[in-house]
C-alpha cells in the first residue's frame, strides 16, 4: 500500500537503526512515540525521526501515538479498535472531500492515466484537478466553455490549456495543501496562479542514501517497491 507521508523511525531499545514506514497522519512531529505495526504483523514502539513526503509502498504502518493506546493489567498496551488513525492531509480522500465541501464536481476521465477528475469554473476560467497514482496535476483554461457537471466525462487533451504534473515523492511542502491553497485562490479569481504551475516533487522515488540509515534486516521491517 502506498503511504505519501513515510515516518523514519527507530525502535525501542540499544539499536540506532532506522526504518520507513506508513503514515496516514499529518499530526505527528519528530520526538513522538508511537505504536508500529510491522510487516509480520507485531506491534512495536518506536520514535519518530522525520516525516518525509515519499509516496513509497510500505509493509509496516504507524497505528496510534502510544499516548493514544491504553495498557491492560499486565502492562500490554492496546491498540484503539479504530487505528490506524487516517487524520488531516495525509490520503488523497482528505483533499477530494475538501474540493466537494467547495462545490467542485467530480467526473470520469477518458483518459486512463487520471482515476479520478474534480473540475470547477469561476468568473472567467475552468480548471480541473487530475488525481493519479503518483501525483496530481492541474490543468487550467482561461475559458468558461468546457464542460464541469457531476458524473459527465473530462476527456479533454493535456496539451490544451495551461498544464502542471506535481508528483507526490520528494514535494518540499505537502501536496494535498498546496492543491487546495491553489483551489481557495481560483475560487476567489486571483489572477496571478503562477506560483501553482511550478512542478512539485520528483518522478525518480527510488531510495537514497540520506532517506535513512539502512539495516541488514530492514526488509524485515518494510516493503520498498
Not at 45 to 65: D, H, M, T
Not at 161 to 183: C, P
Not at 213 to 218: C, N, V
Request: proline share 4%.
Amino acid at each position: 500500500m502506498m503511504s505519501y507521508i513515510v515516518a523514519i523511525v527507530n525502535f525501542k531499545g540499544p539499536s540506532k537503526s532506522e526504518y520507513p514506514v506508513g503514515c496516514k497522519r499529518d499530526d505527528l512531529v519528530p520526538g513522538d512515540e508511537v505504536i508500529v505495526r510491522t510487516k509480520d504483523q507485531k506491534l512495536k514502539i518506536a520514535n519518530v525521526i522525520k516525516l518525509p513526503y515519499l509516496n513509497w509502498n510500505y509493509g509496516a504502518e504507524i497505528l496510534c501515538k502510544l499516548s493514544e493506546a491504553s495498557q491492560n493489567a499486565d502492562g500490554y498496551y492496546i491498540v484503539p479498535e479504530d487505528a490506524p488513525y487516517e487524520i488531516g492531509y495525509a490520503v488523497p480522500n482528505t483533499l477530494v472531500n475538501i474540493l466537494h465541501l467547495k462545490g467542485w464536481e467530480q467526473m470520469t476521465s477518458a483518459n486512463k492515466t487520471y482515476s479520478l477528475v474534480i473540475g470547477e469554473k469561476n468568473q472567467t476560467q475552468t480548471v480541473f484537478i487530475l488525481f493519479r497514482r503518483e501525483g496530481i496535476d492541474i490543468q487550467l483554461h482561461y475559458s468558461r466553455n468546457y464542460e464541469v457537471k457531476k458524473g459527465g466525462r473530462w476527456a479533454t487533451s493535456t496539451t490544451e490549456g495551461r498544464m502542471v504534473r506535481n508528483y507526490y515523492a520528494r514535494t518540499d511542502t505537502n501536496l494535498f495543501q498546496w492543491i487546495e491553497s491553489f483551489a481557495t485562490d481560483f475560487d476567489n479569481d486571483k489572477k496571478n496562479l503562477d506560483k501553482y504551475f511550478l512542478p512539485q516533487g520528483s518522478k525518480d522515488k527510488k531510495r537514497r542514501d540520506t532517506d535513512y540509515i539502512p539495516t541488514a534486516d530492514a526488509d524485515e521491517i518494510i516493503r520498498l517497491f
